[in-house]
């Protein structure tokens, strides 16, 4: 079982810590500072209600477009309820993405669990003809390594680092991007409320919920890849 474990240590040790957003708890001095910044956003959201509010009331007493204000009316309502919960709204979103990536590890986890012993993937490395048969291969195989990487080993090297570092700061970026994106909800249920801004809150949302869904999606392959 060292595959499997080793497999096990590289998801549970580097892969989740990366993809598992913590509960965005505002109460938790990590989120004081992105609590009150949302704050902030939260009471210029309210602020330009109140003027939208305002310009509905003016436009219904000076006999504009009633189409236009009708059309308006349910998403005024529907904004000036969800951006005080905006946070919270947010934070279950992301709550759901930790429960499907948790989720599918418990799954894949369950199914190795109850296969029968013959049908897990196993290295037994107690048994003398096993600790040979992997002992010369590994040598082979590190000596056809050392061969093959002599003339391009260090653009090899470099590739397999610059991968790494990218895969690194794709993970850092996507936790600092969501943060953003949680920080930025009240602005965006306001540009919903808006006819010709509602397509940047369809924008905030398709990018919010690819990055939450990356966790349960990359958890998928990587589970998946084991079966």
């Known amino acids: 079982k060292l595959a499997v474990g080793a497999v096990e240590s590289i998801r549970d040790g580097v892969i989740i810590p990366f993809l598992k957003e913590p509960a965005f708890d505002s109460n938790l001095d990590q989120f004081k500072t ?14 330009f209600f109140i003027l939208v509010f305002f310009l509905v009331i ?15 009316m349910p998403h005024l309502v529907a904004g000036a309820i ?5 946070w919270i709204f947010c934070a279950l979103i992301i709550d759901i993405g930790n429960s499907l990536g948790q ?17 897990q993937p ?3 490395l107690t048994s003398n003809f096993q600790l ?15 061969l093959a990487a002599a003339p391009i080993g260090a653009g090899v090297v470099i590739s397999m680092l610059i991968a790494l570092v990218g895969v690194f700061l794709t993970l850092v970026l996507r936790k ?29 949302w398709k990018n919010f919920f690819k990055l939450v869904m990356m966790y349960p999606i990359i958890m998928l392959l990587f589970e998946g890849g084991r079966i």
């Open 103 to 119: 989720g599918i590890v418990q799954l894949v986890t369950g199914i190795f669990a109850s296969m029968p012993a013959q049908f």
């Open 34 to 47: 992105a609590y009150a910044l949302w704050g902030a956003f939260r009471n210029i959201a309210s602020l």
């Open 132 to 146: 040979i048969f992997f002992g010369l291969t590994a040598g082979a195989a590190a000596t056809s390594l050392m």
């Open 176 to 204: 600092i991007f969501i943060m953003l994106a949680v920080i930025f909800s009240p602005l965006a249920i306001l540009a919903w409320v808006l006819p010709n801004t509602s397509k940047w809150f369809s924008e905030w």
């Open 82 to 86: 969800l951006i005080p919960f905006s």
């Open 122 to 124: 196993k290295i037994d």
């Open 58 to 72: 003016v436009g219904t007493a000076a006999g504009f477009d009633n189409y236009t204000i009708k059309k308006i």
